[in-house]
């Protein structure tokens, strides 16, 4: 049996609006947040998009994806509200893909470090 794991890494903007967040007034949204954590995540999840990641782990017996998100999925952070609301758009899309992708045999999980 072979294994195919996708870990899509939407949290490589964060350390940025994290030293802004506590070095000074708010950051400005400049859509890197909303691109990383939702636009290319939806994306690559759509099923019927030619080189979608739901076409390539289809094909793989007991294939997983594992999306990256963070505590701020669970409840918002003050001064990264629209982080906090696309980190809930992955948490959410996470668990509807679990539902969706089940009869494909693909789960779909999200880690939320602090």
């Known amino acids: 049996m072979s294994l195919q794991l996708l870990m899509i890494d939407t949290l490589r903007v964060f ?3 994290l030293l802004r967040a506590f070095a000074g007034p708010a950051p400005v949204i400049d ?12 994306t690559l999840s759509a ?7 739901a076409q390539s782990l289809k094909a793989t017996t007991g294939a997983m994806v594992i999306n990256l998100c963070s505590v701020s999925s669970i409840h918002g952070i003050p001064l990264l509200a629209v982080y906090s609301a696309t ?15 089940q009869d ?6 999200c880690v939320k470090p602090p």
């Open 87 to 101: 980190k809930f758009y992955v948490d959410g899309l996470t668990q509807a893909l679990n539902i969706e992708w």
């Open 31 to 42: 859509g890197n947040t909303l691109d990383m954590n939702m636009h290319v995540l939806a």
């Open 104 to 109: 494909d045999d693909i789960f779909v999980t």
């Open 15 to 17: 350390p940025k609006w």
């Open 47 to 53: 099923k019927g998009n030619k080189g979608s990641a």
